[in-house]
T-cell receptor, first 112, second 116 residues
């Protein structure tokens, strides 16, 4: 069965600095998708970035980028130039065969 | 477009009562999902549907039933609520996973359910 592990329950970063959130997953599949979702205090789940496993190039969305290491089954999220509005829970998720499997989340605090 | 909406936003039940949570989407998505979110456990899949008239069990289906009579609606039912079902419930929808460009899931705002 596929699993997703986020080993950092909490992280903190100073405004304008860079932070990296870790995610590892386990699967025997070769074709799948990986996502990072953000959940602010409003509880709304917001898609941050997605990566297709068959693409070697790391995805980038403005200040958000990923480091996708397929062989190591690692999918970390880098947030550059952190802003106060980035404070939230961040969930890594694996998608294959109709189901989205989430990690337990990392709470990110951003200090001014 | 309203996206994914959930009704109600909050609900308090007594043990043994029943209720139905309604999820609606206006994006013509084939796939719809129900998750529960508990502290420290992320989101766990309860049931899902890959099309009108179809449903399937997820990771934690016990105590819940679902129906997808119309493509845009996905109902989650609790027949006899238990305190262990106190949680935040999220509905989501998406195009088929095989749509490589548009297969991300869109989430509703959540329903906070408390069972006393």
């Amino acid at each position: 069965a596929q699993t997703v592990t986020q080993s950092q329950p909490e992280m903190s970063v100073q405004e304008a600095e860079t932070v990296t959130l870790s995610c590892t997953y386990d699967t025997s599949e070769s074709d799948y998708y990986l996502f990072w979702y953000k959940q602010p205090p409003s509880r709304q789940m917001i898609l941050v970035i997605r990566q297709e496993a068959y693409k070697q190039q790391n995805a980038t969305e403005n200040r958000f980028s990923v480091n996708f290491q397929k062989a190591a089954k690692s999918f970390s999220l880098k947030i550059s130039d952190s802003q106060l509005g980035d404070a939230a829970m961040y969930f890594c998720a694996y998608y294959n065969t109709d189901k989205l499997i989430f990690g337990t989340g990392t709470r990110l605090q951003v200090f001014p | 477009n309203a996206g994914v909406t959930q009704t109600p936003k909050f609900r308090v039940l007594k043990t043994g009562q029943s209720m139905t949570l309604l999820c609606a989407q206006d994006m013509n998505h084939e796939y719809m999902y129900w998750y529960r979110q508990d502290p420290g456990m992320g989101l766990r899949l309860i049931h899902y549907s890959v099309g009108e008239g179809t449903t399937a069990k997820g990771e934690v289906p016990d105590g819940y039933n679902v129906s997808r009579l119309k493509k845009q609606n996905f109902l989650l039912g609790l027949e006899s609520a238990a305190p262990s079902q106190t949680s935040v419930y999220f509905c989501a929808s998406s195009y088929s996973i095989w749509d490589r460009v548009r297969n991300e899931q869109f989430f509703g705002p959540g329903t906070r359910l408390t069972v006393l």
